[in-house]
């Protein structure tokens, strides 16, 4: 299994960027997706995430209104559309990926329920 993220770069503040995450390996279609993101000094946290089964999306509250999560199982690709970034959102942004049953705490987007994950790509805010 492989999780390819890309999309990252250097935006100013309240520009946007599009992060893709191509899955090969696995069929997306049984799979839950979830972006997370770690900052310099920081724990990685979960940024967003979204079901295999109903398409059922969540966001932390710090990007909620602002992010998008996305998936295109034909093309075994989940997509994270970021609008009016700020500096706070600059990290390393990582997708992950883990089976429907899964759960940690009974939490499908908990940290601990994804199993498989990507190399991350670079978000930087700033003028």
């Known amino acids: 299994v492989q999780l390819q993220a890309s999309g990252g770069g250097l935006v100013p503040p309240g520009g946007s960027l599009r992060l893709s995450c191509a899955v090969s390996g696995l069929d997306l279609g049984y799979y839950d997706i979830g972006w997370f993101r770690q900052a310099p000094g920081k724990e990685r946290e979960v940024v967003s995430c979204?079901?295999?089964?109903?398409?059922?999306?969540s966001y932390t509250d710090s990007v909620k209104g602002r992010f998008t999560i996305s998936r295109d199982n034909a093309k075994s690709t989940a997509y994270l559309q970021m609008n009016r970034l700020k500096p706070e959102d600059a990290a390393v942004y990582y997708c992950a990926t883990h089976h429907f049953s899964v759960y940690f705490g009974g939490n499908y987007c908990a940290r601990d329920a994804f199993d498989y994950w990507g190399q991350g790509t670079l978000v930087t805010v700033s003028s």
């Open positions: 979204i079901r295999s089964s109903d398409g059922r999306t």
